[in-house]
T-cell receptor, first 115, second 112 residues
Framework: ETGVTQSPTHLIKTRGQQVTLRCSSQSGHNTVSWYQQALGQGPQFIFQYYREEENGRGNFPPRFSGLQFPNYSSELNVNALELDDSALYLC??????????????FGAGSRLTVL | GENVEQHPSTLSVQEGDSAVIKCTYSDSASNYFPWYKQELGKRPQLIIDIRSNVGEKKDQRIAVTLNKTAKHFSLHITETQPEDSAVYFCAASIFGNEKLTFGTGTRLTIIP
């Protein structure tokens, strides 16, 4: 059973640029969520994808967007980067509620630095 | 929306002693409470969780208690070991909903 993998592990961008982060879900999982973890803070929910559609969103502006692909992998896109977007971005996969499971498996994250 | 508060922010205990971390939540609809351990530079890993239909759950040296009336839940680690040193996060959600609301974390240091 493979775990959740994310890429890239680290990246540096400048203000105003755009970034795409990628995530491969754990085998057998069909949902994916993205979280932002600022330094010294707990993860904050960005959004969840299920059946290739956004299925819940946290308090993040529209410049944060995502995709889920038929193979359950996912992308997080952030446009017009701001300094405050510097954080660790965590992807978590799980199984839908109808499978009776709620346990999320997190990836190791992508650390984004915006200069 | 849900708000989760976690205390203390840092905790140091002697090896072999017990550690307790406490969290409170605001949304009475929340019914699923996981705890995650995050070592430096690594991913959060689920160590134990509890659903609101039980008041306590144990797994070897780790236990979680839940008081639904008071809206608080606690993590108890007994016989602490150096490898328990990490940041611990509590979280709350509605079971089946992957929107976890996390606490701000507790940095636990085990003193040999």
């Amino acid at each position: 059973e493979t775990g959740v993998t994310q890429s890239p592990t680290h990246l540096i961008k400048t203000r105003g640029q755009q970034v795409t982060l990628r995530c491969s879900s754990q085998s057998g999982h069909n949902t994916v969520s993205w979280y932002q973890q600022a330094l010294g803070q707990g993860p904050q929910f960005i959004f969840q994808y299920y059946r290739e559609e956004e299925n819940g969103r946290g308090n993040f502006p529209p410049r944060f967007s995502g995709l889920q692909f038929p193979n359950y992998s996912s992308e997080l896109n952030v446009n017009a980067l701001e300094l405050d977007d510097s954080a660790l971005y965590l992807c978590a996969s799980g199984r839908d509620r109808y499978s009776g499971a709620n346990v999320l498996t997190f990836g190791a994250g992508s650390r984004l630095t915006v200069l | 929306g849900e708000n989760v508060e976690q205390h203390p922010s840092t905790l140091s205990v002697q090896e072999g002693d017990s550690a307790v971390i406490k969290c409170t939540y605001s949304d009475s609809a929340s019914n699923y409470f996981p705890w995650y351990k995050q070592e430096l530079g690594k991913r959060p890993q689920l160590i134990i969780d509890i659903r609101s239909n039980v008041g306590e759950k144990k797994d070897q040296r780790i236990a979680v208690t839940l008081n639904k009336t008071a809206k608080h839940f606690s993590l108890h680690i007994t016989e602490t070991q150096p490898e328990d040193s990490a940041v611990y996060f509590c979280a709350a959600s509605i079971f089946g909903n992957e929107k976890l609301t996390f606490g701000t974390g507790t940095r636990l240091t085990i003193i040999p």
